[in-house]
């Protein structure tokens, strides 16, 4: 259940002020990965907050300026491509959190993370499987991530029109690989994740 319980039990354990982060865009073939870190008041009421995956792109549009007011910090980044192929896509996933963590204009004490490992970010940190359902405020970094994350490839789109980024936003469709074979690699495609569609031909 959606709830502020692991901000509470940070709170408990004399953490004062306590982040949630979480990230968009692992599997896709192209573009970046996004993270984002959200600070929210105690028990804030944000209508609809869920797992940004849980939620229509309309909901998420209507929740992220939302997130953004109610937020007593948040901080969005990304690592793009390039930074990926060469440090593999869970070492940049730490680099764009890393990141968003620096962007805070208030410094947190602990961070709440989704997933089941992480990195040392200078701070006490808990993961949390399924935390962008468990967490508010890791679902709030969510749903900032995810439509940053579309709003840039949708941008890329009207760059690349032949790859459909628009529909799939990167991600390994059928139409995405039918592209790739018609046109080859664009400069934003990840090309170590590209290897095996290759190494097939």
């Not at 009421?45 to 309309?58: A, F, H, M, Q, V």
């Not at 992220?64 to 060469?86: N, S």
């Amino acid at each position: 259940m959606l709830d502020y319980s692991y901000e509470i039990q940070a709170h408990n354990d004399g953490y004062t002020v306590v982040c949630g982060v979480d990230e968009a865009g692992r599997g896709p073939l192209a573009g970046p990965v996004c993270a984002a870190a959200v600070i929210l008041p105690p028990h804030v009421e944000i209508p609809g907050l869920n797992d940004s995956k849980k939620l229509s792109d309309k909901r998420r549009r209507e929740l992220f300026p939302i997130i953004k007011e109610q937020a007593l910090a948040y901080g969005i980044a990304l690592a793009d491509h390039k930074e990926i192929d060469e440090i593999n896509i869970l070492q940049a996933t730490y680099l764009a959190m890393e990141r968003a963590i620096s962007k805070l204009q208030i410094r947190p004490e602990a961070a709440i993370i989704d997933g089941n490992r992480a990195k040392d970010f200078g701070l006490p940190v808990e993961t949390v499987v399924h935390g962008d359902s468990r967490s508010a405020s890791i679902a709030a970094a969510s749903i900032l991530a995810k439509v940053t994350r579309d709003d840039y490839m949708l941008e890329q789109a009207k760059e690349y029109p032949q790859y459909g980024f628009e529909i799939h936003k990167g991600y390994g469709t059928k139409a995405h690989y039918a592209a790739l074979e018609a046109h080859g690699a664009c400069p934003i495609h990840r090309l170590s994740f590209l290897k095996k569609f290759y190494g097939e031909k």
